[in-house]
């Protein structure tokens, strides 16, 4: 396991696609970095042999008929959109 | 005050009703006027409709007056925390971000409780994206704890857990990821019921953690919850987690078990950082259970000092990824003043989201990102399987276990502005989520500072009809519920 001080934050902030204000950073890290010191003691847990858990009580292969339903109205679908023209989103421009 | 409409329970309100002693109308205004004459100190709600809760329940008093009641909840005014879907009514999940977010369908729960004919009532208010302990994160506004407005309700589901005590709703629907309905319910003196995780459907839910979060009932006995979990449980091809179970009569059970029951008293969730008060109430209800001839047993979760560790890898990574679709683009704020499409995402993200929820997104996408994912993520998820274990070990010899739900009754607001001490308040209730389990706080008493206190019993992976019986033992004997706040 890592020690605290790896914690990029410009990095990660750029993976999560968060603008952070210079005091958010100093700020976070800190924090972060008490946060990730309690996480450590995970390391004290021996693990060897023991299947990882993603769900309590996984449900596989949920199948569905495929039938066509009805979803939902291009007006409801398009009521929280930011911005939107002719029963489209715009978004800024995406190609050079 | 208990006389009042507004602070009676759903079974006794439901009997009135059918009596036509009371209309729904009748019931429904009194919770409005009640809501109208305290909330503006207890801050509960983000929103409320009174024009479409009175046209539901004149719906309901047609119904009833033709004969064609749909049962216990026809006519009953419930509130709905603010991240589960209503049609046609504001879902902003306390953020900045879903600020003007209208919700174009129900969730399933909503969905089955109009169905059951409930009134459907005003949004609840909670921490930012259910990130919380005590609704100090919301975007919007702190609730206060209804039994001492300098404290704080809990959370994430304050809003839920406060509205009830307060008598601004009859019941409250909350969520539940780490102990967001036990701990506020604890806090605020009602009852809350987090489900087998799978049991109810989360479509139309706003997910945080996935493999954690649940729907769950806040009411004021445990009858009521067993008359609430009916309305919302069941299987929904809308929810690929949603369990197919045999679902009993959840009230009819609270008669029929009597138990005496074999409950486990595990020795980590009493040490060190328990209040004494908390830990002397607790002890009067084990020792209620006693006196009815329950056995009661020494049982040990080794791992459970490891609980709040996994808890903030898993929920936190999935958080980050659940979070990923706020982008600014097809719904949620999106920032004025971008340059072009990346920068749209980052300026849209970080004016929408507040400091919590940027702080989880960062640790989450710390712990899953290229070169630390097996040592946090999937050592977390391995210690997640011993913690269940754990539980699962215990269930061979005991009916279900008793906790306190909280090491503290409520703490003022401001008390906890470091993000791991607030982390650290859900010590009890985040094991009961990794594990997958059910988990009911019930009242238990009060500190001599007059705040609520409640005890956890967790049951065995749906099995609620058994740990409803085994909680509605203790609560039926007790009227703590009774003790209404001063407002």
Known sequence: MSVPEDLNIDRIANLARIALTPEEKAKFSAQLADVLTNIEKLKQVDVTGVEPTAHAFPVYNVWAEDVAQSGLSVEDALRNAPAKRDNMIVVPKVVE | ??????????????????????????????????????????????????????????????RRAAGQSLGALDGIPIGIKDVIAVTGQ????????????????????????????AVIWGRLNLDEFAMGSSTENSAFHTTRNPYNLDCVPGGSSG???????????IATLG??????????????????????????????????????????????????????????????????????????DYRAALKTKKGPWKLGIPKEYFGEGLD??????????????????????????????????????????????????????????????????????????????????????????????????????????????LIRQDFLNAYNEVDAIITPTTPTPAFKRGAKADPLAMYLCDVYTIGVNLAGLPGISVPCGFSSGGLPIGMQLIGQPFKEADLLAIANAYDSAHDWAKRTPNL
């Open chain 2, 276 to 385: 004494p008060e908390v830990a002397a109430a607790v002890q009067k209800a084990i020792d209620y259970y006693k006196s009815l001839g329950c056995e009661i047993r020494p049982v040990s979760l080794p791992h459970t000092e490891y609980g709040v560790g996994v808890y903030y890898i898993i929920a936190t990574a999935e958080c980050s990824s659940n979070l990923s679709r706020y982008d600014g683009i097809r719904y949620g704020h999106r920032s004025a003043d971008a340059n072009d499409i990346v920068d749209l995402y980052f300026k849209s993200r970080a004016e929408g989201f507040g400091p919590e929820v940027k702080r989880r997104i960062i640790l989450g996408t710390y712990v899953l990102s290229s070169g630390y994912y097996d040592a946090y993520y999937l050592r977390a998820q391995k210690v997640r399987t």
């Open chain 2, 175 to 248: 969520s539940d990821t780490g102990g967001s309905i036990r701990q506020p319910a604890a806090l605020c003196n009602v009852v809350g019921l987090k489900p087998t995780y799978g049991l109810v459907s989360r479509f139309g839910l706003i997910a945080f953690a996935s493999s954690l979060d649940q729907i769950g009932p806040f009411t004021r006995t445990v009858e009521d919850a067993a008359i609430l979990l009916q309305a919302i449980v069941g299987h929904d091809e809308r929810d690929s987690t949603s369990f197919k179970t045999e679902i009993p």
């Open chain 2, 159 to 169: 809003g839920s857990a406060a509205a009830l005590a307060a008598g601004e709703a």
């Open chain 2, 90 to 117: 504001p879902l902003t999940a306390s953020s900045k971000m879903l600020a003007n977010f209208v919700s174009p369908y129900d969730a399933t729960v909503t969905q089955k409780l109009k169905n059951a004919g």
């Open chain 2, 1 to 62: 005050m208990s006389s009042e409409l507004f602070n009676k329970p759903i079974s006794e309100l439901a009997a009135l009703l059918e009596a036509k002693t009371i209309t729904s109308v009748e019931l429904t205004q009194a919770v409005i006027a009640r809501t109208q004459t305290v909330d503006e100190r207890v801050k509960a709600f983000n929103s409320y409709d009174t024009a479409d809760a009175l046209a539901q329940a004149a719906a309901s008093d047609a």
